[in-house]
């Protein structure tokens, strides 16, 4: 479970909080969609959830223990991933790219080599381990980024903007991998300030506005209360 509390976050200089007051529980397995417009606090949310950033006030714990107080702990139980893939990627093959994070736990040769092989099959990039990140198009980085993701084996994945730049094929492709992770019992939060690419998987919609969780309900619930809020009502 990933809980916040009482959750406020400003950055340096700036006169109003990015995130200003949030409480949210997301329960383990769930599949959550967070949205809300562009500058919205979205992505500053996220990025409490496994300790890139630390609350100006206010706690979050993942699975019961304070994601500040151990970093590496929360980033392993917490897999994230960017809005522009390209961002994350720190190697020049996609084998190497997954095989990065758990290296770098300190994880045995033979385990990872394994994670890496679950991984790429789990978003069917299996017997693609050689080949070069840049000649892979938008929706096969984005798969592999999740792959790297998951090559941590979280229990709860966020994903930010994962259809940003993608063509259907790519959209459809990556759907199919997070319906097919939350099925195998992981927490996936999509952050997307366009919630039509991925409602139908959704259990609960949680939107944000200035910095403030303004709805927080069942998709069906939420569907035509959208507009109001500054996000797109799915096709």
């Known amino acids: 479970m990933i809980e916040v509390e009482g959750l406020v976050h400003r950055y340096d200089g700036a006169e109003s909080a990015a995130v200003d007051g949030v409480s949210l529980k997301i329960e383990s397995g769930a599949f959550v969609v967070l949205v ?34 151990d970093p590496v702990a929360a980033r392993t139980a917490v897999g994230m991933t960017f809005q522009d893939p390209r961002d994350g990627f720190v190697a020049a093959t996609v084998g190497e790219d997954v095989a990065f994070g758990p290296e770098n736990l300190g994880v045995a040769r033979e385990e990872v ?35 790297g993701a998951l ?41 997307t300030h366009d919630p039509g690419q991925v409602l139908e998987l959704a259990e609960r919609v949680v939107v944000v506005g200035d910095g403030q969780v303004v709805l927080d309900a069942e998709p069906d619930d939420a569907v035509g209360r959208l507009a109001d809020l500054g996000v797109p009502e799915p096709c």
């Open 113 to 147: 080599d394994r994670r890496v092989e679950d991984a790429l099959s789990a978003v069917e990039m299996s017997g693609r381990r050689e080949d070069r990140i840049d000649r892979l198009s938008g929706g096969e980085q984005a798969r592999v980024a999740i792959a």
């Open 36 to 69: 809300g417009p562009n500058g919205a606090g979205k992505t500053t949310l996220v990025r409490h959830f496994n300790a890139l950033l630390e609350p100006t006030e206010g706690l979050v714990l993942v699975d019961g223990a304070p994601a500040a107080d």
């Open 151 to 191: 090559a941590m084996e979280p229990a709860h994945l966020v994903l930010d903007e994962p259809f940003a730049g993608l063509d259907l094929a790519g959209r459809r492709s990556v759907r199919g991998a997070l319906s097919a992770l939350h099925a195998d019992g992981r927490s996936v939060i999509v952050v």
